[in-house]
């Protein structure tokens, strides 16, 4: 049977990977993407807090965090889709005009 | 609390005595309704109808005089008559009260009767002197307001009410002074008013302050009672400041450089702000706070010293003046100084007599001037007129009687009263203040009667068209010259002297002990130092022609420089100022605080150049940061809370 530890090494590990790609790669749909492995893995470290401690106070959150998720999903959708209309470009770094 | 005392009176008191408070609040609602009527017409180039402002702005005072005049003669009908009216309470605390409360026994009485009267001309007179004149409404404006604060400063029963009068006489002067802002002259003359007005009114408010510290007391009946307790040293300080701000208000030595200056406002305001009424207040205090002054000797001597040599400083000054006006400006400083004279030498009912006859011949002297510049186009030099005798017949009768009662001629009005006053120096022995006001006396004759030969006699000298006077002129002028003539026979000297008697139950009988002989014989010396002074003047102005040659030598030039008090003033005070005004401008104001706050927006201009480098655009950097934030929170999150994380 996997134990707790099991639970939050793979919540860890997804979450590293998730800043990785957050931080390495310049296409802002896979930042996007990577922004919802990392919201995931810590919904996976809930749920196995959760059920470690037979407490349900990690699913409601769990629960509201899938929420918000999506319509933060959405909303980035169509900022991805409205900013390539205009750009012909998704790179991240041509995107730097908003600066001191 | 105060109608307790009415009700020792007649029923009628009980049920008109609500007419007080009236005839104060009537010239303040006039003044509130043409204010808004001016300023309902302030983007109309004509403004308000000149028949309608003039109609509201002299209704109001002649109703307030018709109602002053209404209560005055129930007092001359039940002789001890004193009226009370609390209108509003205003403060009251544990300690002390003060209440909107009017008060109107036979000083104030008479004083209402003649401020609301000579008011109420001067109005009508104003109507045609201010013709034409694109701020015609707020000039009643303000007129009004004047008439009222002068009630409230008269008929107040306590010392906080005659302050605000006070006050606001003082704001309505300096409004009138500079009526006509847009010259920079006469709008520097009002603030010159203003601020000398300022340093009496500074001693007036000690004055106040220090009264109510030791009397516990606002109200003229409570001073009264409490003020025997006091010690000598308290009394002469509390006189000497209220003094200090009569001597401000009465433009008296060394406070008087403002009246002359004051002449740059339109003329009928000079002829009742600045000659008949609000100049008079310092010498109403002084009455009205007789009782102190009794127990205080040597202020009271302060008092003649300053009255008298005001009075023959101005008169001298006077000599030399060639603007009409002026004339009278210093002629008004010099009459003052008589009234101080008077109620300096304890005959605080002749002082209040010679305001009541001074009120009447000067009004009307003003008010001839004034139609003299109307009818010759504002020209005030007296060099520029002569032989307006034949042209402006009515003015002359008025200005000659005037003049011949200012002289103190017999029996017009100005006689009796100069003379009470005289008597009274003579009587306590003050035979060098006596010698003074003598002196003055010829020398008011003197210039009254240069004034007089100069304007009206000869030929005319000016180039402009003589109008005539308007009837609108002529009324208040013939009114004002009856008053002139008659207003001294309520003062006859000896035992018929009613006025004396009238006043003695508010400031104190005084009677003269010197026999009939002596008293004939000083009027005689009086008469005959006026009959000198004029004589002179008709020998050297009777037929004066151009061109004027200014006298000379030192003593003229010290007159034509009015013994350099302005001169001194200017060095001593007003220069030092504006200096110590322009460090604190360049090195306290622009070097010191604006060099400390421009070096304090350099720091953080700097630091906001160097932090804005960190924000440069990149999305992915901002990332970095990000994490890098979050995991030192972290970090010290552990540190501090759970160590032992480090230590596995």
Redesign the interface.
């Known amino acids: 049977m996997p134990g707790l530890i099991h639970y939050l090494t793979v919540s860890a590990l997804l979450f590293f990977i998730g800043?990785a790609g957050?931080?390495a790669r310049?296409n802002i749909f896979i930042m996007f993407l990577s922004v919802e492995l990392m919201l995931n893995a810590i919904n996976l470290s809930f749920i196995a807090f959760s059920r470690h401690l037979n407490q349900l106070d990690g699913h409601i959150f769990v629960f509201f965090v899938i929420a918000i998720a999506a319509s933060e999903a959405a909303i980035s959708l169509a900022l991805v889709i409205l900013l390539y209309k205009n750009r012909q470009t998704l790179n991240?770094?041509d995107?730097?005009?908003?600066?001191? | 609390m105060h109608t307790e005392h009415a009700t020792t009176t007649l029923a009628i008191s009980l049920q008109s005595n609500w007419l007080l408070s009236m005839v104060v609040l009537l010239p303040f609602l006039g003044a509130l309704l043409l204010g808004l009527l001016t300023l309902s017409q302030v983007k109309n180039e004509q403004g308000p109808s000149e028949k309608l402002v003039g109609l509201l702005g002299t209704a109001f005072p002649a109703l307030a005089a018709i109602l002053a005049l209404f209560l005055f003669a129930q007092q001359l009908s039940q002789g001890e008559l004193v009226w009370h009216h609390t209108l509003a309470s205003w403060l009251e605390t544990s300690r002390f009260s003060i209440d909107f409360a009017f008060m109107m026994d036979h000083l104030s009485g008479l004083m209402a009767v003649m401020i609301t009267f000579i008011g109420t001309l001067i109005h009508i007179f104003s109507i045609a002197y201010m013709h034409g004149d694109r701020g015609f409404a707020r000039y009643f404006t303000y007129l009004n307001l004047f008439l009222g604060s002068m009630l409230l400063l008269i008929l107040s029963d306590n010392l906080v009410g005659l302050f605000m009068g006070w006050e606001g006489v003082g704001v309505c002067s300096f409004l009138l002074i500079g009526f006509w802002f847009d010259d920079p002259a006469k709008a520097g003359a009002g603030t010159k008013a203003f601020v000398v007005n300022r340093i009496g009114d500074f001693g007036f408010i000690l004055g106040i302050i220090f009264l109510f510290w030791n009397t516990q007391h606002f109200d003229y009946t409570g001073i009264q009672s409490a003020i025997q307790n006091l010690s000598p040293t308290q009394i002469n300080t509390i006189a000497f400041l209220l003094l200090v701000g009569a001597l401000g208000k009465s433009a008296q030595i060394p406070l008087h450089v403002w009246l002359p200056d004051a002449m740059a406002g339109p003329t009928p305001v000079s002829a009742l702000i600045h000659a008949a009424t609000m100049v008079t207040a310092g010498v109403y205090l002084i009455a009205r706070m007789h009782f102190l002054y009794e127990l205080s000797p040597s202020v009271s001597m302060l008092i003649v010293l300053i009255g008298s040599l005001t009075a023959f400083v101005a008169a001298t000054i006077a000599l030399v003046q060639t603007d009409i006006k002026k004339v009278l400006a210093y002629s008004t400083v010099s009459q003052l100084g008589y009234m101080f004279m008077g109620v300096g030498a304890g005959a605080y009912a002749a002082g209040i007599f010679h305001v009541f006859t001074h009120a009447f011949f000067k009004a009307a002297l003003f008010l001839g001037a004034g139609a003299v510049i109307h009818c010759l186009h504002h020209e005030q030099s007296l060099l520029k007129m002569g032989g307006l005798r034949k042209k402006m017949p009515v003015t002359h009768a008025v200005m000659l009687i005037s003049c011949l009662a200012i002289a103190g001629i017999p029996p017009l009005a100005g006689f009796f009263s100069k003379d009470e006053i005289l008597l009274a120096l003579w009587d306590k022995g003050l035979f060098v203040f006596w010698t003074l006001g003598l002196l003055t006396a010829g020398l008011t004759a003197f210039y009254m009667f240069r004034l007089y030969y100069l304007t009206f006699a000869g030929d005319y000298r000016g180039e402009s068209e003589v109008s005539t006077e308007p009837f609108l002129m002529k009324l208040p002028l013939g009114l004002l010259a009856i008053g002139a003539a008659l207003a001294g026979l309520l003062g006859l000297p000896g035992s018929y002297n009613w006025i004396s008697g009238w006043l003695a139950p508010a400031v104190g009988a005084h009677h003269p002990t010197a026999s009939p002989t002596v008293m004939g014989g000083l009027m005689l010396i009086s008469v005959a130092f006026a009959g000198v002074g004029i004589g002179i003047a008709r020998s050297r102005y009777k037929n004066f022609a151009l061109p004027y040659t200014a006298p000379t030598g030192p003593l003229a030039n010290m007159l034509q420089n009015k013994y350099g008090f302005d001169l001194l003033y200017e060095n001593v005070i007003v220069e030092p100022l504006r200096k110590l005004g322009r460090f604190g401008w360049t090195i306290a104001d622009r070097l010191l605080i604006d060099g400390a706050i421009t070096a304090g927006t350099w720091v953080y201009r700097v630091l906001g150049l160097s932090l804005k480098q960190l924000q440069f655009g990149n999305l992915r950097a901002y990332a970095h940061y990000l994490i890098f934030g979050v995991f030192m929170l972290a970090y010290l999150y552990f540190m501090r809370h759970m160590p032992e994380v480090f230590r596995l």
Do not use: L, R
């Open positions: 800043m957050f931080i310049k991240v770094d995107f730097n005009e908003m600066k001191g």
